[in-house]
């Protein structure tokens, strides 16, 4: 699989990408992340990437051609099979998205940053929009990071036991079951007896019941939808 990130800001992505399972995807060979600094498609000497809305609104906006050259240049090298967009008025993405890009070949995320990028961007060039919550952030990058991670992990042996991924929370749209290790007993707390009795049918029954019962007090909304 291959991502491509477009960025005001590549250097934000060298801790989450250097480490743990991202990292681990990377030396694999399973996944490759490639970094873009919009501003390398810039149309001026000033490698300029934003100017003033029409209509007198305050703020700035990404314009539309550093955007559609880096696209354009990323896409006569191969296939895109999709162009996502980070935005706070995109879709929520969840689980299930994860689950779906997952499976794609090559993706390209644009990181937004300022009041937005030129709507004629989203109209002709996007294929996907996401957003990671209903808050503003500073820019896309971090929506990008999360989606990426999230995307990553899902990938045939990036993760060590392939099955682990398949219990995470919302992948049933029940949130995941309470997990424990070693000691059996500390400070008098007990692990519940059902996951030492070794009786593989009822600790999977036991797991069950308690992804439902904690997604009812804890996310009514799953079960509800």
Not at 2 to 31: N, Y
Not at 115 to 121: A, I, L, N, Q
Request: hydrophobic share 40%.
């Amino acid at each position: 699989m291959r991502i491509d990130i477009i960025t005001l800001f590549p250097e934000m992505f060298a801790g989450p990408f250097d480490h743990s399972i991202v990292k681990r995807a990377q030396t694999k060979g399973l996944v490759e992340i490639h970094l873009h600094q919009l501003r390398d498609f810039a149309i001026d000497k000033h490698r300029r990437v934003d100017d003033y809305p029409f209509g007198g609104e305050p703020g700035m906006v990404m314009m539309i051609e550093p955007i559609v050259n880096c696209i354009e240049h990323l896409t006569k090298e191969r296939a895109y099979d999709e162009i996502i967009f980070t935005t706070p008025d995109g879709p929520l993405f969840d689980q299930k998205a994860a689950n779906t890009l997952s499976l794609k070949q090559n993706i390209i995320i644009l990181c937004g940053h300022y009041k937005g990028v030129d709507e004629r961007v989203r109209e002709h060039f996007i294929t996907k929009e996401y957003s990671v919550g209903d808050y503003v952030l500073s820019g896309g990058e971090l929506p990008a990071m999360l989606i990426t991670d999230a995307i990553v992990r899902l990938i045939p042996s990036v993760i060590g036991d392939e099955t682990s991924a398949l219990n995470d929370s919302f992948q049933n749209d029940l949130l995941s079951y309470p997990v424990y290790t070693r000691p059996a007993e500390f400070r008098g707390w007990a692990v519940p007896e059902i996951l030492l009795s070794g009786h593989d049918a009822k600790i999977r029954e036991w797991q069950h019941e308690q992804s439902f019962l904690r997604t009812a007090k804890r996310r009514p909304d799953l079960i509800n939808s």
